[in-house]
């Protein structure tokens, strides 16, 4: 039997943002990552990844 198996893995990167307030800095940096300027990699995993046998 064949089953399907999910791995999750999470990354984080911090980045300093200059911004006017919070909701700023957090529209900065979602158009920097959609543009790929800013990149995480396997350097930026964090914890054990989640696998989920559906």
């Known amino acids: 039997m064949k089953y399907t198996v999910v791995i999750e893995e999470t990354l984080r990167k911090e980045v300093a943002i200059e911004a006017q307030d ?27 990844p989640t696998i989920i046998c559906q």
């Open 22 to 48: 919070a909701d700023e800095a957090a529209r900065i940096a979602k158009a920097l990552y959609r543009k790929g300027e800013i990149i995480l990699d396997a350097g930026d995993f964090i914890g054990e």
